[in-house]
């Protein structure tokens, strides 16, 4: 059984920094396409950033480029959000998605599309607010 958990949401003041976590059991994160999304109040879920064992690459929202990193801890079955530069409207339900189901040539397109992915963790608050 699949099992995502995120970790490291909270209130931050405007300019601040927080890093998310993102673990598995029962899952090889490290071996395929994990996702963060997130989804603010009155607001549609949106992809924020990805990162693709599967094709090396790394995606990125237009609102958070420049300021949040996405990486991955092999040894500890690990995927880390980091955001710099919070924002307020950065505030939102963030959550960790596996198991990505799309073609991996489509991923360019589909990695922010949350039906492509199979496995999805609780969320974790994160507020930015002074």
């Known amino acids: 059984q699949v099992h995502v958990v995120e970790s490291g949401g909270g209130l931050v003041q405007p300019g601040g920094s927080l890093r998310l976590s993102c673990e598995a059991s029962?899952?090889?994160?490290?071996?395929?396409?994990i996702g963060w999304f997130r989804q603010a109040p009155g607001k549609e879920r949106e992809g924020v950033s990805c990162i693709s064992s599967r094709d090396g690459n790394i995606y990125y929202a237009d609102s958070v480029k420049g300021r949040f990193t996405i990486s991955r801890d092999n040894a500890n079955n690990t995927v880390y959000l980091q955001m710099n530069g919070l924002k307020p409207e950065d505030t939102a339900v963030y959550s960790c998605?596996?198991?990505?189901?799309?073609?991996?040539?489509?991923?360019?397109?589909?990695?922010?599309?949350?039906?492509?992915?199979?496995?999805w963790g609780q969320g974790a608050q994160v507020t930015v607010s002074s």
């Open positions: 998605a596996a198991g990505y189901r799309g073609p991996i040539t489509l991923l360019p397109r589909l990695w922010d599309d949350s039906r492509e992915y199979s496995y």
């Open positions: 029962g899952f090889a994160l490290h071996l395929d396409v």
